[in-house]
């Protein structure tokens, strides 16, 4: 069993930073990309971030663009997600993912942390 453990959130004033950690445990895998998805009150889950440890590709969601920066290690199957100059509606839990290849669905996903941005 695979298990993904994020930590980093909490609250922060408007225009301030966080950095997410991520770290994959349990049975050895490897995984062909990581990323971050959010998911506001009332609202479905968003992708936000990956990084395709190939080529070491990121791609990060328009609404994040510019301030929030995804990096990870690969040999340590773990992920950072850079988040700076917050806004009120970045707040979310924010739920690491992992998977095997590019073409899947996500196959393992963390419990999430929760980030608040109060303004």
């Known amino acids: 069993q695979v298990q993904l453990v994020e930590s980093g959130g909490g609250l922060v004033q408007a225009g301030g930073s966080l950095r997410l950690s991520c770290a994959a445990s349990g049975r050895t895998f490897t995984s062909a990309d990581m990323g971050w998805f959010r998911q506001a009150p009332g609202k479905e889950r968003e992708f936000v971030a990956r990084?395709?440890?190939?080529?070491?590709?990121?791609i990060v969601a328009d609404s994040v663009k510019g301030r929030f920066t995804i990096s990870g290690d690969n040999a340590k199957n773990t992920v950072y997600l850079e988040m700076n100059s917050l806004k009120a509606e970045d707040t979310a839990v924010y739920y690491c993912a992992a998977r095997r290849t590019i073409w899947t669905t996500w196959d393992y996903w963390g419990q999430g942390t929760q980030v608040t941005v109060s303004s």
């Open positions: 990084i395709q440890w190939s080529g070491e590709i990121t």
